[in-house]
């Protein structure tokens, strides 16, 4: 799993989602505080390229209004609750998480989507979370299952970039498939990297079986 990856992944039973709740209560703050679509917070490509760097993280904490919010707060508790509780994920694997998912993303809206002007929302990163979460428990359980889900997720993806919209349109923003893929890109990167290098550690560690042939 990602956390063994980074040696960050809570002992014991299932914690609090710790993570999850403050992450969760930050996006339900500024909604109410500052509203919807605040001008100061949103990815707004003009405002960047005069200096304000700060909106590429600010942008995925805002939303547009309160169907979109709802929807990615349900969604983050869901998957905050499967990767910190049920996988026991600490901060630091989850702000890796977050932070790689960001950086794809703005890299995705920057490089790929020039003529959009502004973007808001968590979806995006949902998408990482949501392949790290199904990673996690394909690993654990072996179960194919779990990968079924993936190929689905890349399914919903598909269909929203065909219908042009949310499979489940609970917002009145259009849907920015691309940085839905670019999120789900993210998560797969994050996943092959632990696969690879805890796959490493597995035969490293692995000792020698004696021989049982006849003598």
């Not at 995925?60 to 609750?81: F, S, Y």
């Not at 049920?86 to 901060?91: E, K, M, S």
């Not at 020039?114 to 199904?134: D, H, K």
């Not at 789900?184 to 290098?197: F, I, K, M, Q, S």
Request: net charge negative; glycine share 14%; aromatic share 8%.
């Amino acid at each position: 799993m990602i956390g063994q990856l980074i040696g960050d992944r809570n002992q014991g039973g299932v914690g609090p989602p710790w993570f999850t709740a403050g992450l969760a209560a930050v996006m339900l703050v500024l909604y109410v505080a500052i509203g919807p679509q605040p001008h100061a917070l949103m990815y707004d490509r003009a405002g960047i390229e005069n200096g304000e760097w700060w909106r590429l993280v600010t942008g995925h904490l805002v939303h547009g209004d309160i169907g979109h919010l709802a929807a990615n707060v349900l969604a983050l508790v869901l998957l905050g609750g499967v990767l910190e509780s049920l996988q026991r994920l600490g901060i630091k694997t989850l702000l890796l998480l977050v932070s790689f998912a960001i950086v794809v993303i703005d890299a995705m809206l920057w490089l790929n989507l020039p003529g959009l002007e502004r973007y808001c929302g968590f979806s995006g990163v949902l998408n990482t979370l949501f392949i790290a979460a199904v990673y996690g428990q394909w690993r654990d359980s072996g179960d194919w299952l779990y990968a079924a889900l993936a190929v689905g997720g890349l399914g919903k993806i598909a269909i929203e970039s065909v219908s042009a919209g949310a499979v489940l349109p609970l917002s009145s923003l259009p849907s920015v498939t691309e940085a839905h893929f670019a999120g789900y890109v993210a998560g797969l990167v994050l996943c092959c990297l632990t696969a690879t290098w805890t796959g490493r550690d597995d035969a490293t560690v692995r000792p020698l079986q004696p021989s049982t042939g006849d003598g």
